[in-house]
């Protein structure tokens, strides 16, 4: 089983805001979509609230969350070891936040498929984890800004170091 988590990050870590993605940009939710589709994608359960249609078609989802909630389209697990271990080892998951998971999911990810953005925005109240030394960048393509996308981003990825 590959594992790989995605995520768009500020310069200062900061990936979300009042349960809401800090940046609107079209080619990351694209690549986000290119990346996921046919795959298994797990989140929290503040994550899978946050998305406007509720789950995301072509793709298995995956909640997590202690307390039996309503997450129509989607399976729950209340950890994400026992969510790992309904999955097949020929699947590629794909961690999809909030903070939280990213931070217990570092440990078990072979992937980081980041959007990296040139900005530092003082509002945030969710952070991807600092990544160590084990993680060697592999792939890197930087974007400019433009009409849709007020920032420079680089997609960029990273594989855990063997």
């Known amino acids: ?9 500020a310069k200062n870590g900061a990936i979300g805001n009042g349960n809401k ?9 694209k ?6 589709t046919g795959h298994t994608i797990i989140m929290g359960s503040n994550t899978f609230r946050s998305l406007p249609k509720g789950a995301l078609p072509n793709r298995r989802n995956v909640v997590l969350s202690r307390k039996s909630g309503d997450f129509p389209g989607a399976e729950q697990f209340t950890s994400l070891d026992e969510a790992l271990q309904n999955c097949t080892d020929e699947e590629t998951v794909y961690i999809i936040g909030g903070e939280m ?4 999911a570092l440990r078990y990810a072979d992937t980081l498929e980041l ?10 109240d969710a952070f991807f984890p600092t990544i160590g030394e084990e993680w060697q960048l592999t792939h890197s393509e930087l974007h400019e800004k433009d009409e849709k996308h007020a920032y420079n981003y680089t997609f960029a990825t990273y594989t855990k170091r063997e």
């Open 101 to 104: 998971l990213y931070r217990y």
């Open 21 to 29: 993605l800090i940046y609107w940009l079209p080619n990351d939710l």
């Open 1 to 9: 089983m590959n594992i790989a988590i995605i995520a768009a990050v």
């Open 31 to 36: 690549r986000f979509k290119e990346l996921t």
């Open 115 to 124: 959007t990296e953005v040139d900005d530092a925005p003082s509002e945030a």
